[in-house]
T-cell receptor, first 113, second 115 residues
Framework: SQQGEEDPQALSIQEGENATMNCSYK?????LQWYRQNSGRGLVHLIL?????REKHSGRLRVTLDTSKKSSSLLITASRAADTASYFC?????????????FGTGTLLAVQP | DTGVSQNPRHKITKRGQNVTFRCDPI?????LYWYRQTLGQGPEFLTY????????KSRLLSDRFSAERPKGSFSTLEIQRTEQGDSAMYLC?????????????FGPGTRLTVT
């Protein structure tokens, strides 16, 4: 089963603009991760934020986490055409021994050159 | 540094046939995961290996599915008597036993089409 919803389902912006996508989840978490998937390919890890962190930056990425609302957001600044991809949030199975990931439904980002 | 590899990348099969996929994780990664992803959805967990031991299976993994990791290195996922509903991308991921961060390294996936 999916962990939660991502919003929006699809987003189209112009190169240079910022892109914001949101993720909601259902259970308690150890951490929340964001992955990128180019069309029809495997996933690439972008950034991880722990449950005791509220904000984290990595290059052009900024992630926020609000555990009281069980939500996270991913901001990509100064977007490029190469950022066109699907973006997924994922949480680790809380309290489990396997650290399996539970993914959201994804946001499809299209950056127009 | 070689990443996770999966073979074949694409497989087209007729309903009722058996198929087998292979995953080669990053060397020395003890943990290995299989996920399935259908169109427009996020990946869903199928099964987990720690070394050669299969420690968790999702209820998505029906009796027609079997996975092995005989020597704690590569893994295979077999689907018997395939059905059209099995059409999906099958993803493999690996991590060291202790990552400290939880990041999983994914292979490119095997896209299965059942006709």
């Amino acid at each position: 089963s999916q962990q939660g919803e991502e919003d929006p389902q699809a987003l189209s912006i112009q190169e240079g603009e910022n892109a914001t996508m949101n993720c909601s989840y259902k259970t308690s978490i150890n951490n929340l991760q964001w992955y990128r998937q180019n069309s029809g390919r495997g996933l690439v890890h972008l950034i991880l934020i722990r449950s005791n962190e509220r904000e984290k930056h990595s290059g052009r990425l900024r992630v926020t986490l609000d555990t009281s609302k069980k939500s996270s957001s991913l901001l990509i600044t100064a977007s490029r055409a190469a950022d066109t991809a699907s973006y997924f949030c994922a949480t680790e199975d809380y309290g489990g021994a396997t650290n399996k990931l539970i993914f959201g439904t994804g946001t499809l980002l299209a950056v127009q050159p | 540094d070689t990443g996770v590899s999966q073979n074949p990348r694409h497989k087209i099969t007729k309903r009722g046939q058996n198929v087998t996929f292979r995953c080669d994780p990053i060397s020395e990664h003890n943990r290995l995961y299989w996920y399935r992803q259908t169109l427009g959805q996020g990946p869903e967990f199928l099964t987990y290996f720690q070394n050669e031991a299969q420690l968790e299976k999702s209820r998505l993994l029906s009796d027609r599915f079997s996975a092995e990791r005989p020597k704690g290195s590569f893994s295979t996922l077999e689907i018997q008597r395939t059905e059209q509903g099995d059409s999906a991308m099958y993803l493999c991921a690996s991590t060291p036993l202790w990552t400290g961060e939880g990041e999983q390294y994914f292979g490119p996936g095997t896209r299965l089409t059942v006709t």
